[in-house]
């Protein structure tokens, strides 16, 4: 009997591990963002270096780890970029409503300005659809970079986007100017995509409103 509910067990667990690997390495949706500085946006840009933009939601797990490496980032290259953390707040939210562990993280960070995004209408107007959307202005509001900086949904470490960004703020050419994000839905949290799994295994957690 119990080889045979091993032999049950052991392709559903396959099949649960796969689902939740599948989700991890997902990335999410980003539109279109603009190649120069918008002329009307709630953020003031440094004029003297490059400006970067991070946009949260703030009960999203996932977006952790791109708080993390931000931190890491700028531990290399902080003295040449103003950060900014940009928190997706709804509409008729609470004044608390925002300020989660993850809010709390992104302030215990040296130089980040951390900052509301009521209604996300800054993430629209640079085409940040996905918790952990990063982009990269240079002094005179030319982008830099779009895109992610973690090389999976929750995973810390090394990256193609990280490394980009730290290229560029050094003065180097990047392999790539962009690169995918991983992250729940900014404007959507209810709509982020995660697996059936009904293995037993827990499942990712996705934001909430």
Known sequence: MRIFLCLLWLPAAAAGLYAMAIYET???DSGKTPLRWPAATGVR???SHATLLMFAHPRCPCTRASVEELNRLLTRCGREVTPHILFFTPENAGADWTQTELWRS???IPGVIVENDPDGKIAKQFGAETSGYVVLYDSQGNLLYQGGITG????AGD???ESA???LLSGGQPAAKN?????CSLLNPERASQPE???GFPSSISCTK
């Open 45 to 47: 840009r440094d004029m």
């Open 26 to 28: 997902t990335a999410g």
């Open 179 to 183: 690169a995918p994000v991983f992250g």
């Open 152 to 155: 999976g949904r929750g995973h």
């Open 197 to 199: 799994i009904t293995t």
């Open 159 to 161: 990256n193609l986007g």
């Open 106 to 108: 992104a302030q215990a």
């Open 165 to 167: 960004i730290i290229s």
